[in-house]
């Protein structure tokens, strides 16, 4: 990462984060033939990949013959730098991985991880994706939703506010405000 | 021997005595149980009350960034002394509650100096771990559990996820029952949870060992009715 100031306003980054979990399937499926191709051309020029503690190692590109660079690693202190990067992030279902790039309003598939044994992560994903703030999918259909998105249908999603919760708590137990 | 002594202390009357009194007993602690579950829904005190000893339950990743997000909005004056309780293997949840305690004495409108502790709980079970070695760590983490809360006896408790505030919610459920401790509990469902429950969250609205219940989903507010929908917190 890094780069000048030039090199960085004409890259289009693709971000693929699975946070502190194993999705090789995920991985697996950025990394097809496919998909690499679909992203180059949708615009993207460079895809990086955090692949946390999975072990499918993808394959590595400069992107000199005309296509798309890619790069990974596996953790990282802070993957915020990474995401304001990016033009494009591809998320495993984590809620606190969502909601982070939300908050930077950046588009993001989010993939759901099937293999888990209790996917409720599936709900939140899904609830995001029909009220229109991302793209929802699985690593097999991945390559459908880049070819097929359309990121102006997306809505910016506002943040929420915990302050009815610490109202109804505060009435609860007999504080008063104003 | 007087004869009715004799009758009276006969097999058959001992028995009699034994089962009234059981009855008796578990009587009034049904009585007390509903007492118990019907004022906790009510609103706790008439007119407000000091500061209230404060148990906060993190749990690990978005569990515990949902929570930091409650307490940053509110008043911290309030709810002194905070203790903080994480699972023993988790070791970032602390660390950000303190991050979030150091940002409120930069604030230092209040006096929050010394009004915040941080615990860790044995885990009743670790994820994988096998159900028959299950039973001896849920034991150890029972009795860590009541330790802890016969130490803290807190007024109030929040806890939004983990099954980490089980035990804790348990035991305050029956300190509320046996008169040694009220607890106002409030419980946040993450704001992951969609059109279901969590297994804590169901075990505590069934059981009603919540005072209060938010879901941050209308899906989950027309599904438990005693929920309260409050939107989302993050």
């Known amino acids: 990462m890094g780069g000048s100031d030039d090199s960085v306003k004409s890259k289009r980054i693709v971000f693929v984060t699975v946070g502190t979990t194993c999705f090789d399937s995920l991985v697996r499926a950025v990394d097809t033939q496919e998909v690499r191709e679909a992203l180059f051309k949708k615009g993207y020029t460079d895809l990086v990949i955090q692949m946390g503690r999975g072990s499918y190692i993808p394959t590595k ?62 709900e939140l994903a899904e609830e995001l994706a029909e009220r229109n703030h991302l793209f929802c999918a699985r690593p097999q259909t991945l390559y459908q939703t880049i070819s097929g998105m359309d990121l102006g249908s997306l809505v910016a999603y506002q943040p929420g506010d915990a302050t009815p919760v610490a109202n109804f708590i505060n009435r609860f137990l007999g504080f008063n405000d104003e | 021997m007087d004869n009715v002594y004799s009758c009276f202390f006969s097999d058959m009357g ?3 005595v034994a089962i009234s009194l059981i009855i008796g007993i578990s009587t009034l602690i049904m009585i007390r149980i509903f007492y118990v579950i019907y004022w906790s829904s009510k609103p706790r005190y008439s007119k407000p009350p000091g500061p209230l000893t404060t148990l906060i339950v993190l749990g690990s990743g978005g569990h515990t960034a949902e929570m930091l997000n409650l ?39 209040v006096e929050v100096v010394g009004t915040s502790h941080f615990l860790q709980i044995y885990r009743s079970r670790e994820v994988g771990q096998s159900y028959v070695t299950s039973v001896g760590t849920t034991l150890i983490a029972l009795t860590h559990a009541l330790w802890l809360m016969i130490k803290i006896r807190p007024q109030v408790i929040l806890c939004n996820g983990p099954g980490t505030c089980i035990p804790l919610c348990v035991i305050a459920f029956f300190f509320k029952v046996l008169g040694i401790r009220w607890s106002s509990i409030f419980y946040v469902e993450s704001i992951a949870r969609v059109r279901r429950l969590s297994l804590s969250g169901l075990l505590l609205y069934k059981l009603r060992m919540v005072d209060q219940l938010f879901v941050q989903w209308p899906q989950l507010k027309s599904k438990y009715p005693r929920a309260n929908y409050v939107g989302r917190l993050m």
């Open chain 2, 71 to 109: 307490l940053a909005v509110m008043q911290m004056d309030r709810f002194k002394p905070r203790y903080y309780i994480a699972a023993a293997t988790d070791d970032m949840s602390l660390q950000k509650a303190r991050v979030l305690e150091d940002s409120l004495i930069k604030k230092a409108e």
């Open chain 2, 14 to 16: 001992f028995l009699n």
């Open chain 1, 61 to 122: 590109s400069t992107g000199e013959d005309g296509s798309l660079s890619v790069d990974y690693f596996t953790f990282s202190s802070s993957i915020a730098e990474y995401l304001k990067s990016a033009s494009l992030v591809i998320s495993h279902a984590g809620s606190g991985s969502i909601f982070e790039t939300l908050r930077l309003k950046k588009p993001v598939i989010v993939v759901v991880n099937e293999d888990l044994m209790d996917n409720h992560q599936s």
